[in-house]
């Protein structure tokens, strides 16, 4: 799965304050609902998170949590 994240809070014009990188495909649980999300956005609220929120030792933190999924009508409509 493509995601966009960042290893360490770095000023926003250091060209590895945000990566493209790959992560495993999720996996959803009996309770949960896995989308196909067509978009993602980065938006300055994800900013500010990614100056003050370093992520574990190795991991990229994800930002993005804006998404867009086309939709289907629901088996009752």
């Not at 945000?18 to 992560?23: A, C």
């Not at 978009?39 to 993005?64: F, I, M, Y």
């Amino acid at each position: 799965m493509k995601a966009v994240g960042y290893y360490q809070p770095l000023p926003i014009d250091n060209p590895e304050s945000l990566q493209d990188i790959e992560l495993p495909a999720p996996v959803a649980g009996a309770r949960d609902l896995l989308v196909r999300v067509k978009a993602v956005s980065v938006n300055p609220v994800d900013t500010k998170v990614r100056k003050n929120a370093a992520p574990e030792a190795g991991q990229a933190k994800v930002l993005g949590w804006d998404a867009s999924a086309p939709s289907r009508p629901s088996a009752a409509a």
